[in-house]
């Protein structure tokens, strides 16, 4: 009997978040999928028709494909060095990557803002270029493809440098002394070893990057034009102007397949493993594997005699490992054009104008005095707040256990459960968003509280499940052993020993959950209606007008409230790790 | 008469030719980590074809030794030759060393042939040449049918040698090994020590070797370089550190050794604390208060009555006695309580040797060797 129920208990856990998942997001989200088969009641292929037979969907297609690409080769290329500099230094680490951290968890709304700032007409990049006499006329720098690709790189460089570096770290450092000391100079030591054991590294970066950038739409909307319109856009509008679900449906068809197609491409190549960080022990030998590497290895032999015949013209002399000027200076440059842009919000907030200008003109706290007294304002933060709390307390009550069983128990269902765990954050967020507000809507959960927190809850498992998998998988079970063979129950090891030890995984887990709710806009904007309203669908609502020095004051407010949120969480994270230590 | 061909395994020279180029040279290296020193005024000669183990307690700045002779670490003061050229701050892909890393460091995302080829290639070998080079190198540490597998697919014993056909192939003229062995069981590595030894003796290549294991050092060098907190303690072939220790970390770290305090008037004679008298050779005594060191596999029992064969001797009460194979380890006490041990053959040590029986035991005063005394 005993055994019977150990042997139960583990897989089960996952239930709860699996059964959760599947109601709330899968089941309404497929349902939706499959209305695009249907027309007028019978099951039918004009919605498919449609799309195929009119360009402009194509055309949509393309610009999203485009803009996703050219942002992943911005994002992996500009991450790279940071992600090796990070790699490379000891002591300040952690201090260095609290800078990509930041931006990071600062809301993608208050970064597009700080681009606005930046690059509008009358913005500081123009200002500061007419005033030094360098151009005459301003350049036009937002509203078009650049100012996308700019806000974009921006906004996916620090997940490109988050996934990259625990395979940088994974890797043997030293195998490039080793190749040194076998004859290879700098630059085929780089190329030829150190570049392709971090290649997992880079890939994974590159698909997610690419996989997040097909169903952003928050910055081409703000940053770009009419011709940078992106596909998610084509079925929010179809599902909220046209009220076609069935279109707006198929159009999502369209974007999974791509995604799917896009996710099987890379399982070929490195293998959907590859993702959980660390590199894979033996190379994929796949066909398409072998090609490539071959391909590549010719491509980087290349590169590496090339870097070597332009080292060879400085006079080469030992150096201890550590970080190299150039790459501390690139790193730098990078670091800065991560953090600086979302400071030039500041100053704006402080203006005395009714409109943003730079330089900001005189001093003035009007702005803040409008945010703080405004009682819009203050319902949508305390919505913010309260709908971040519940979702993230669902997300850990329904996710912890899932980590366990994922992390622990063997049952032959745990890929299937891990994918569907796992899929809200690989499927862009528009489909949660339509799904929800599908189910949500015959059940009159549109518009309140308990909806947006249950919906933002879907988003919250699969942050917390990563997280909380991580720490158990590192956790030496052979302590809970430990504390059985002293007498303890379950229940009191998990109590005692356990959950002790992995509190700073769940603190780290529910800070996660938190920001990712409290930042939400997709979700929001299907799912808020009327007085229920977030801070992030007010910030929106509001720069979609106009952006404000009112917008630039709550966009500081918002920004300084979050780094203090992150740098009090790390810090108490870390507390708890050094306790559990 | 003929030798046959495997006979050639010859027995370490136990010398070295000082008619031979020198090798390696290293003088008053110095290196620190903040504050910790990990190498502090190391001088070292090594000649061609020489084989020179680095041995010492954990700690105790082997490792560092082996990467500034590689380039791998800079050190702070202090110089390095290779081949009479100074060395100390070339980078390693200049030196034409070749070296193995205790983990091996094979490259994971290379077969193990590319992996052996690589170094060829680094160096512009025509395709053809490291093709019949690496076959070659894969022969001779008898893997030719692993070519196409890679590194995680080799058990460990297989990867050392894959390490160190890769660090032979292009025939450096000095190969670095740090602790090539100490990941493996005690069969593979005594299999793998007589295949280094041999290939040793077959390409007359020089090595510096680092290990932690006495014995490892012992059947292997030529000589062996004793270390201890970041200082070379002791250099010399394994017959004269193990016969002629200097200090009483020399003596204790390379085999058993039973360490006696005497009083002496520097003449060749001293008292010990029992009283009884020995004799040591005044020529290698060092000044100040001394202890004898003498090897237990140096002593024997005297019978009763016999005279005493020209030995030094004290009387031993047995405490305890241990066969441990070939050889009979027996613990006794002096007539103070002194401690003192004696190793004998176990085929020639009679039965009624046992505890509680008191001997008479000897040695050679050849074997006797007068160190400076250390508060133990
Ligand atoms: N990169 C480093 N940073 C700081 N200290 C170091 C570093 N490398 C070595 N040390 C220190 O230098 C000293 C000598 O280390 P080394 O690795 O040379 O010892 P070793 O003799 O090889 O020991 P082992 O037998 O354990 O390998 C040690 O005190 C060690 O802690
Ligand atoms: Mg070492």
Redesign the pocket.
Known sequence: MEQFFSRLRGPWLSAPAALYISLVFAVPVLWLLGLSLVDNGAPSLANYERLASTPLYMRLLGITLKIAALTTLFAVIGAYPVALMLSQVRKRRNLLLLLVLLPFWTSFLVRAFAWMVLLGRRGAINQTLEGAGLIEQPLTLMYNTTGVLVGMSHAMLPLAVMTMLPVMLAVDRRLTLAAATLGARPGSAFWLIWFPLTMPGVAAAGMLVFVTSLGFFITPALLGSERDTVIVQEIIFQIQQQLNWGFAGAIGVLVLLTVLAILSAYNAVFGLSTLGGGIGKAPQKGPVGRMASRIGTGFLTILARMTDAALSLVPQRLSERGVSHPLAATSALILAFLAVPTLFIVPVAFTEASFLSWPPRGFSLQWFDAVTTDPRWIEAVGRSLLVAILSAGIGLLLGVPAAFAIARARFAAKPAVFALLMAPVIVPNIFIAVGLFYLFSRMGLVGTTLGLSLGHAVLAIPYVLVTVIAVVRSYDERLDLAAYTLGASRAETLRRITLPLIRPGLISAFMFAFIVSFDELTIALFLTGGETITLPKKMWDDAILQVSPELAAASTLLFLFMTGFVIVAEFIRQRAAKRGA | MTHPANMSVSPPTNTIDHSAAIKLQVEGLRKT??P?V??DSVDLKMVEGEFLTLL??????????L?AVAGLNNPDSGRIWLDGREATYAPPQERDIGMVF?NYALFPHLSIAENVAFPLKMRRKSGTDIGAAVKNALNTVQLSHVGDRFPAELSGGQQQRIALARAMVYEPSVILM??PLGALDKKLRDHLQIEIKELHERLGVTILY?T?DQEEALVMSDRICL?KD?RIEQIGTSDEIYRRPRTHFAADFLGESNILPIESDGAGVGRLSTGEVVRFDAGLAPEGPLSLMIRPDAVRILDVGAGSEGLDCVMAKIESRIMAGAITKLFATLSDGTRFQANLLTGSTHAGVAPGVSVILGWSSDAAVPLLRESA
């Open positions: 980590y903040g910790i990990a190498l010492g307690p954990s700690g105790s700045g082997k490792s560092t030794l990467w205790q740090d602790e680092v932690h270390m970041a």
